[in-house]
């Protein structure tokens, strides 16, 4: 069940991505998380607001993980993100992001003492590769042709802090309703936006409500936002984060499926490859063999 949820978080985040490029143009990025994130705590009040007086004293002692949760996940990783979709391309911006599960086993290293098998490294390896194959499209001369700007730096800097906190999910709490959890790092992540919000209205920037718009937020707040958020928690907690965060490269060979099935991409064999390669890294990663 923590595969199949972690596998469902990164299908969900697929089209998050999608979505964020198609729209950098007609959503500023800070309005783009903050309403993400307000749609998110709309629906998560029904659900968290009753539990949230019984399980205040857990919260009230883990207000620590509450706030890097809220700052890391929900303010910088995706505003970051959204900012960095204005420069950088889509290719960069797939090769930098799956640095993320190098920099999850790093910190878990760092603040756990994790030690991570030679078969999760091997997983590891055989995945960068299917992404680049997928990336570069078969031919790895490629990657000499590549730029890197600003908006490279900024996806950089979210796949640190979305490594930080996927690291921190190992201090999770027993006894919290991951809908109570949720809840409080988006109060909190909301709180933190505020003046990347306020700044880019004083700057004349502003998002314009239509269909198109509206339909984009309610995507990310409730799938990419709720549903995969809380389906990501629950698979770290369950498998850690050294193997969980394995699977954030799926979502390059989600991308490709997705373009094949609703944009009339031809699927070609270096897809099909990275795509091999891609699941074959993380059954690496993720198989228990049975003394």
């Known amino acids: 069940m923590p595969y199949l949820l972690l596998t469902l978080s990164a299908l969900i985040w697929s089209g998050n991505f999608v979505i964020s490029r198609a729209m950098n143009s007609v959503i500023p990025p800070a309005g783009f998380v903050f309403w993400r994130w307000v749609v998110a705590l709309v629906v998560l009040l029904p659900i ?11 919260l009230r002692a883990n207000l620590p993980l509450i706030g890097i949760s809220g700052l890391f ?15 950088t391309t889509a290719i960069n911006a797939a090769l930098v992001n799956s640095a993320i599960p190098i920099f999850i086993i ?7 003492g994790q030690r991570v ?9 055989l995945s960068l590769v299917g992404v680049a194959a997928i990336i570069l499209r078969g031919d790895p001369a490629r990657i000499l042709t590549l730029t890197f700007n600003r908006g490279d ?12 906190y996927s690291v921190a999910i190992k201090r999770y709490p027993q006894g919290l309703n991951p809908f109570v959890f949720l809840f409080s790092m988006t109060v909190v992540g909301l709180v933190l936006l505020v003046p990347f919000y306020a700044w880019e209205i ?5 998002m314009t409500f239509n269909l198109p718009t509206v339909l984009s937020i309610l995507y990310v707040g409730v799938l990419a936002s709720v549903v995969a958020f809380t389906a990501w928690n629950h698979g770290l907690r369950r498998v850690g984060p050294h193997i969980g965060g394995q699977f954030v490269h799926l979502m390059p060979a989600f991308s490709t499926i997705m373009a094949v099935m609703f944009l009339g991409e031809t699927l070609q064999g270096f897809h ?8 074959a890294g993380i059954i690496c990663a993720t198989y228990k063999v049975k003394a």
């Open 48 to 58: 968290a607001l009753p539990r949230l007086r019984r399980e205040w004293p857990i």
């Open 73 to 87: 996940a929900v303010t910088l990783f995706n505003y970051l993100i959204y900012m960095a979709m204005h420069w």
């Open 106 to 112: 790093m910190f878990a290293r760092i603040f756990y």
């Open 117 to 125: 098998m030679l078969r999760q490294h091997a997983g590891v390896f």
């Open 153 to 164: 730096l900024l996806v950089l800097l979210a796949a640190i802090a979305w490594a930080l």
């Open 202 to 206: 004083s700057a004349g920037h502003h």
């Open 272 to 279: 099909i490859a990275g795509i091999v390669l891609i699941f």
